[in-house]
């Protein structure tokens, strides 16, 4: 069993950033892929970000360039700095551990254990 913690949410305006962090505990945090998802109000949940535990990472269209995911296996903790922010990036910010630490996936399915999420408001 893995627990899951994010936090760093906020609001902020267009143009801010945000740095989202997510505090595992339990199984050892470098057997997982850790991947960032998000929600918007009345949307599909979407890939954000992933990252293996040996630093391979991939990330969505909408986060290149803009957001930068990075885990420090020390601390079992996984990190999303986000720049630029716009206000389409408003949701709430998951944070998922993938088991298969061979593989960076999108699917939000495979992924076994999620935090509670993070709320992020982005203002115009």
């Known amino acids: 069993q893995v627990q899951l913690e994010e936090s760093g949410g906020g609001l902020v305006q267009a143009g801010g950033s945000l740095r989202l962090s997510c505090a595992a505990s339990?199984?050892?945090?470098?057997?997982?892929?850790m991947g960032w998802f998000r929600q918007a109000p009345g949307k599909e949940g979407e890939f954000v970000a992933a990252?293996?535990?040996?630093?391979?990472?991939l990330y969505a269209d909408s986060a290149k360039g803009r957001f930068t995911i990075s885990r420090d296996n020390a601390k079992n903790t996984v990190y999303l700095q986000m720049n630029s922010l716009k206000p389409d990036d408003t949701a709430v910010y998951y944070c998922a551990a993938d088991s298969n630490r061979a593989l960076i996936r999108r699917t939000p399915q495979v992924y076994d254990y999620w935090g509670q999420g993070t709320q992020v408001t982005v203002s115009s």
């Open positions: 339990g199984r050892t945090f470098s057997n997982y892929v």
């Open positions: 990252i293996k535990w040996s630093g391979g990472i």
